[in-house]
Nanobody
Framework: QVLLVESGGGSVHTGGSLRLSCAGS????????VGWFRRAPGKEREFVAC????????TYTDSAKGRFTISRDNAKNTVYLQMNSMNPEDTAVYYC????????????????WGQGTQVTVSS
């Protein structure tokens, strides 16, 4: 059982930046691929980015490419999502998720989920 806790959410203006963190409860977390998803008001939860257990492979959705960077520090059991050049369309609850297989972009690809952290971008 891997427990995930997100942090780092908050409110920023258009063009601002935030860094989200996803802390895993187990040392084994370093062996899991991790994904970030988000759910905007009135919308379905959508994939944002994912990273392999080693950190060598990453995948981004088109809206995140060039603006968001996913990374991890396995010594700290933590995965990060650096978000730059943010706009109001990035407003959502952001979730991290983990599983043993890398590359999934669907919710069903992940067995462990955090509770989410709110991100609000105002114009």
């Amino acid at each position: 059982q891997v427990l995930l806790v997100e942090s780092g959410g908050g409110s920023v203006h258009t063009g601002g930046s935030l860094r989200l963190s996803c802390a895993g409860s187990e040392r084994a977390f370093s062996g899991y691929a991790v994904g970030w998803f988000r759910r905007a008001p009135g919308k379905e939860r959508e994939f944002v980015a994912c990273i392999s257990w080693s950190g060598r492979r990453t995948t981004y959705t088109d809206s995140a490419k060039g603006r968001f960077t996913i990374s991890r520090d396995n010594a700290k059991n933590t995965v990060y999502l650096q978000m730059n050049s943010m706009n109001p369309e990035d407003t959502a609850v952001y979730y991290c998720a983990a599983d043993v297989v890398y590359g999934g972009s669907s919710e069903s690809d992940y067995g462990y989920w955090g509770q989410g952290t709110q991100v609000t971008v105002s114009s």
